[in-house]
């Protein structure tokens, strides 16, 4: 996300976001680095950015850093970077297909909006999005999640509406200026 189309702040509705998910062992972590995702669906940001040797502590996120929880605004973007991990070429470097889930969330505290979507404070989960490509393990898997983490499933043309109950989208005026 380029640092020039940010525009940060702090906000006081939640902001709709899209987002893919590791599947392993029945915990969802994050495609990009060693998180795992709590049971409560709720994750908080950290930055320890490391400058002349020493971490700093900022807030979570930071325009001069790429800390923060990410987020697309649309499901389809979400799809496509699951895809993208779907390459044959990739198989041996992370997980396949079948071992990726997408989902909706929402966004709060401090947030850093951008053209395709947004970096935030923190993070909750609010539904699922079953796989385009399901399989037998992966119906375990999924099982195993919906136990865990007690979130819905929606197909993608649910999902816009039982989203807006918890939060809103990028697309309102406000920020439609900016983009």
Known sequence: MSKKAN???????????????????????????????PYDGILEANCSRLLKGKHLKNQAPSEDCSC????FHRLKKA?????????????DLFVPWTHI?????????????????FRSEYQRIIAFVPPI?????????LASIQKNYEFPFLSSK??????????????????SRFF
């Open 7 to 37: 525009l940060s702040h702090q906000t006081f509705l939640p902001l709709i976001g899209f987002r893919t998910w590791e599947i392993f062992d029945g915990h969802l972590g994050s495609l990009q680095s060693d998180v795992r995702w």
């Open 68 to 71: 923060g929880l990410y987020a």
């Open 79 to 91: 799809q496509e970077l699951a895809q993208f991990y779907s390459l044959d070429n990739f198989h």
């Open 101 to 117: 889930l997408c989902g909706v969330t929402i966004g709060w505290g401090k947030i850093m909006v951008c053209k395709y979507g």
């Open 133 to 141: 490509r399901p399989t037998k393990h992966l119906e375990q898997q």
């Open 158 to 175: 649910q999902i816009d509406i039982y989203a807006r109950e918890f939060g809103t989208s990028y697309d309102l005026p406000i920020f």
